[in-house]
C-alpha cells in the first residue's frame, strides 16, 4: 500500500466523522450551546433557589427547635464542606460519564434529601438531609457543573452565554421564594420540602436526561457553532498575550505551583464568603428587624430578580472589558449590601432594603457570569476541568463557612455587626486577589487594555 493511500485510508474516517456531526447539527435551527444555555437557565432557576430555600426554613427551624443559629446555620455548612469530599473528582465524572448522568445523579440526591428531611428532629438529620444531599449534591448541577460544560460551547461570548444561563437564578428567585414562603406559611417548612422535592424530580431530572451533551466536537461543530453548515469561522475575540504561558499544557499539578492558582483560590474563598453569609442570614436579620417575613422572602426573591441584569449585563461586559472589572463589581456590590444591612438598624426603612437589594443583585451577582470563565482562560487545556474542580473547593469553603462564622459571631456577639465587617473585608480582599490572578496578562478579551 502507498503512502498516499494509506493517508486516504485514514483521512475517511475522520472525514465521515464530520459529516455525520455536520448532519447532526441541521436538526437545530440555532447553535446547541445556546440550547444548552437555555437548559441551564431553567435548571439553575429550580435547584440554585431549592438550595436558597434554607433561608426561608431557617426562621421556622430555629422557631419549632430553639437551636442556636451557629448550629442550624451550619445545615448549609455541613453541605458545601462535605461536597468537598469528590470536589476534586466532579471534572473526572464530567469527562467520564457526560452531563447526562451527572446532573440527573445530583438532581435525584437532591430530591431525596427534602423528601428525608421532613422527618428531621435532630440537628444530624438536617445536617445530612438539606446538608450533604441537598446543597453539597448541588454542585453536581448548579454553578459548578454548568461551569464546567458551558465554557467549552463559547469563546467569543462565554461571559454573556454564562451570564445568560445563571441569570435563571435570578428568575426562579422572584418567581419561586415568595411563593416558598406562602408554601411555609400554610403547609409548613416540611409541606415545602415535599413540593421542592417533586419539582426538581419532575420538572428539572427529565429536561436533564435528555439534553445535555459535553462539547461541541459531538455534533461536529467548534465553540460557537463554528463548522457548521453554511457558516464561515470568525475570528476569536480573546488574544492571547503570554504566549509561553498559553502554550502549557497545564495539568493539577502544574497549576497548584503557581502563584495565580492560589491567588484564584483565594479570591473564590473571599468572594463567596461573602455571597452567601448575607444570603443565609438576611431573611432572619430582617424579621429581627421587624419587617414581614412576605416582605423578607419578595426581598430575597428581588435579589435574584436584579441579579438577572448583573449577571447577564457584567457576563456581557467581560467579554468586553476583562474578567477582572465583572469581579470587581461584585466586590463591591457586596460591600455597598453589608453597609445597608449596618445602616438597617438605625434607619429601617424599606429603601435602605432596596439599597442592599440592588447591590446584590445589579452588582455582586456578576461574579456568577465569570466564575467560570476566569480559570478557562488561564488554564485552558484538557485538565481544565480537574484544575476548575479543585478551585471550587475553595468556594465551597467560602459559601459553607460564610453562613456558619456569620451565625457563631452573632451567637457570641448578640449582633450580625462584626460578621458583617469581615465579610466587607472579604469582598475587597477577593477583589486583590482577582487582580493579581491577572487573567488579562494571559489572554485578553474584546478591547480590554492589557
Request: proline share 5%; net charge positive; hydrophobic share 55%.
Amino acid at each position: 500500500m502507498t503512502a498516499q493511500a494509506g493517508d486516504r485510508l485514514r483521512a475517511r474516517p475522520q472525514a465521515e466523522g464530520r459529516r455525520a456531526g455536520a448532519a447532526r447539527s441541521r436538526r437545530w435551527p440555532i447553535f446547541y450551546g445556546w440550547v444548552l444555555v437555555a437548559t441551564a437557565f431553567v435548571t439553575m432557576g429550580i435547584v440554585v433557589n431549592a438550595r436558597t430555600a434554607f433561608s426561608l426554613f431557617f426562621p421556622s427551624i430555629l422557631a419549632e427547635f430553639g437551636w442556636t443559629r451557629a448550629l442550624t446555620a451550619a445545615t448549609f455548612t455541613t453541605g458545601l464542606l462535605a461536597s468537598n469530599l469528590f470536589t476534586p473528582f466532579l471534572g473526572l465524572l464530567m469527562d467520564r460519564l457526560g452531563p447526562r448522568v451527572l446532573f440527573p445523579a445530583g438532581l435525584g440526591l437532591m430530591s431525596l434529601g427534602l423528601v428525608l428531611a421532613t422527618a428531621a428532629r435532630e440537628p444530624w438529620h438536617l445536617h445530612l438531609t438539606l446538608g450533604v444531599l441537598v446543597a453539597g449534591a448541588s454542585v453536581f448541577v448548579s454553578y459548578m457543573g454548568h461551569s464546567l460544560l458551558l465554557p467549552n460551547w463559547f469563546v467569543r461570548q462565554r461571559g454573556l452565554a454564562l451570564g445568560l444561563a445563571f441569570s435563571g437564578v435570578g428568575v426562579g428567585s422572584f418567581l419561586l421564594l415568595p411563593w416558598i414562603q406562602g408554601l411555609i406559611e400554610r403547609m409548613g417548612w416540611r409541606g415545602a420540602c415535599w413540593v421542592l422535592a417533586a419539582l426538581l424530580a419532575l420538572v428539572v431530572l427529565p429536561l436533564n436526561a435528555l439534553v445535555p451533551r459535553r462539547r461541541p466536537e459531538e455534533l461536529g461543530l467548534g465553540p460557537d457553532g463554528d463548522g457548521a453548515v453554511g457558516r464561515a469561522p470568525r475570528p476569536a475575540a480573546v488574544d492571547v498575550v503570554d504566549p509561553v504561558w498559553a502554550a502549557t499544557e497545564w495539568t493539577l499539578g502544574r497549576a497548584v505551583r503557581t502563584a495565580r492558582f492560589w491567588w484564584l483560590f483565594c479570591g473564590y474563598f473571599m468572594g463567596l464568603f461573602a455571597w452567601y453569609a448575607v444570603q443565609i442570614h438576611q431573611t432572619k436579620y430582617l424579621l429581627d428587624l421587624g419587617f414581614s417575613a412576605e416582605f423578607a422572602a419578595y426581598a430575597l426573591g428581588l435579589v435574584g430578580l436584579t441579579g438577572i441584569a448583573g449577571q447577564i449585563g457584567w457576563g456581557h461586559l467581560s467579554d468586553r472589558i476583562g474578567r477582572e472589572w465583572a469581579w470587581t463589581a461584585s466586590g463591591v456590590g457586596f460591600a455597598l449590601c453589608y453597609l445597608a444591612l449596618l445602616a438597617l438598624p438605625a434607619h429601617p426603612t424599606r429603601w435602605l432594603v432596596y439599597v442592599m437589594v440592588a447591590a446584590q443583585g445589579l452588582l455582586g451577582y456578576g461574579l456568577a457570569s465569570v466564575f467560570g470563565a476566569i480559570p478557562m482562560e488561564l488554564f485552558q487545556g484538557a485538565r481544565y476541568s480537574s484544575i476548575f474542580a479543585v478551585l471550587n473547593i475553595a468556594s465551597n469553603l467560602g459559601a459553607g463557612t460564610g453562613p456558619w462564622v456569620t451565625g457563631w459571631i452573632y451567637d457570641r456577639a448578640g449582633s450580625y455587626a462584626p460578621a458583617f465587617w469581615l465579610a466587607i473585608a472579604c469582598s475587597a480582599a477577593s477583589v486583590v486577589c482577582m487582580w493579581l490572578a491577572a487573567p488579562r496578562k494571559v489572554r485578553r478579551v474584546g478591547g480590554a487594555p492589557q
